[in-house]
C-alpha cells in the first residue's frame, strides 16, 4: 500500500537527513533559475529513491532540465516559467519513473512517484 504521506525539509534538513548529500551542491546550479521552496517528498518516492537519484534530478529540475516529458509538457513547463505556473519533470530512476513538481507560487517542491499523485 502506497502512503501519500509526504516529509518536508528545508535544504540543510534534507543533507542533514541524507535525502540530499553534499555531491548536491557540486551538482546544483550555481544559480536557480527558480526558487525551489520547501522540499517535500512523499513516503513512497523516500522509500524507493536513492539520494543520488533526488540529487541529480533536482539539479536538471532546478536548470529546466525537465527530463523524460512529452515535447508538449516541456512547451507547457517553459511557458509556466514565464507566467508562473505550475512545473512538472519526469526521471528515470532504479524504481522507475518519479516526478518532481514546484508549484506556481514557488513556495514548495514535491518529489513523488506516479502512484502517489
Known sequence: MTSNLIFEYTTEQAIADGILNDA??????????FPLGRLLITTSALEQLTPEEVNAALARH??????????SDARQNDSAMKHGDRVLSAYPGKAGTFWIITEADRSATTILMPDDY
Not at 548536491?24 to 533559475?33: I, S, Y
Not at 532546478?62 to 515535447?71: L, Y
Open 62 to 71: 532546478a536548470s529546466c532540465d525537465w527530463g523524460e516529458v512529452s515535447t
Open 24 to 33: 548536491f551542491e557540486a551538482v546544483r546550479p550555481k544559480r536557480l533559475t
